[in-house]
């Protein structure tokens, strides 16, 4: 498996990426999801909309997470 992680600052905000060329989110058993949707609300707690996450699934079966944070050095609004 080989995980690749890429970040870099774009009009002050940080965006990360993660690629994982592992088996994939298909092939596992992922449970509950409470994990993904409580990250997501935190960043919607403390961002609004400034900041976000999102899964990909890519069609050769990859995944990516991608992650975006405002104003970086961060500061809550």
Known sequence: ????????????????????????????VLGSGVGLRNL??????????RAGFNLHTLENGEVEAELWLPQFPLTPP
Not at 4 to 27: F, K, M, S
């Open 40 to 49: 997501g609300e935190r960043l919607h707690a403390l961002y609004g909309a």
């Open 1 to 28: 498996v080989l995980i690749q992680v890429t970040a870099h600052i774009a009009n002050g905000d940080l965006h990360v990426l993660v690629h994982d060329d592992g088996a994939g989110v298909q092939d596992k």
